[in-house]
């Protein structure tokens, strides 16, 4: 099975610091994402990524940067941390080769701002 | 862009009756359309999926139809246990296969009444 592994379950960070959220797979998929949970608003796309060194927009980037220097890890940072990014961060990744069209997703990092 | 709008936000049945959660789309373009059960404090995980070129799909106990024209898609669970007890989302596709990315909708928590 694929894993997707992001480093912290839970983070508090005070505003205006910079946060790195980091997210490693081990199944060589060229696809990364980072999606923020909220309640009732679902899923949102914040970054991703169709390869090494690639990064795409998504629905809410303001506010996120994302690094991908590798293949397996792709990296969500908060320029300046602020109380309206406490949320879910959930990473995903998936190969667009395989049969399964799916994501995987880690088993997020519930980050908050104080 | 794409838009998925995801009815009702919350569903309660008896165990042992069906559940039905609804989801339309707005681009015709979507070809990929997931479901994902998260159930509390862990990661959405793929349930079942459908493309496009197909109407409805069977698992077990779970099943999706697809309505192209009208574009609603929806998720049936019969012979409903506690366990099926989650949150629920589905998903529709954007992009061609190498660059797809998931617009979900905004989630239904479904619970299961002994």
């Known amino acids: 099975d694929v894993k997707v592994t992001q480093s912290s379950r839970y983070l508090v960070k005070r505003t205006g610091e910079k946060v790195f959220l980091e997210c490693v797979q081990d199944?060589?998929?060229?696809?990364m994402f980072w999606y923020r949970q909220d309640p009732g608003l679902g899923l949102r796309l914040i970054y991703f990524?169709?390869?090494?060194?690639?990064?795409e927009k998504g629905d809410i980037p303001e506010g996120y940067s994302v690094s991908r220097e590798k293949k397996e890890r792709f990296s969500l940072i908060l320029e300046s941390a602020s109380t309206n990014q406490t949320s879910m961060y959930l990473c995903?990744?998936?190969?667009?080769?395989?049969?399964?069209?799916?994501?995987?997703f880690g088993s997020g990092t519930r980050l908050t701002v104080v | 862009g794409e838009n998925v709008e995801q009815h009702p936000s919350t569903l309660s049945v008896q165990e042992g009756d069906s559940a039905v959660i609804k989801c339309t789309y707005s681009?015709?373009?979507?070809?990929?359309f997931p479901w994902y059960k998260q159930e509390l404090g862990k990661r959405p995980q793929l349930i079942i999926d459908?493309?496009?070129?197909?109407g409805e799909k069977k698992d077990q106990r779970i099943a999706v139809t697809l309505n192209k024209t009208a574009k609603h898609f929806s998720l049936h669970i019969t012979e409903t246990q506690p366990e099926d007890s989650a949150v629920y989302f589905c998903?529709?596709?954007?992009?061609?296969?190498?660059?797809?990315?998931?617009?979900f909708g905004q989630g239904t928590r479904l619970t299961i009444n002994p």
């Open positions: 199944m060589d998929h060229e696809n």
């Open positions: 995903a990744s998936r190969s667009p080769g395989g049969h399964n069209y799916g994501y995987t």
């Open positions: 681009d015709s373009a979507s070809n990929y």
């Open positions: 459908i493309r496009s070129n197909v």
């Open positions: 990524s169709y390869d090494v060194k690639m990064k």
């Open positions: 998903a529709a596709s954007i992009g061609g296969q190498g660059a797809q990315k998931l617009v």
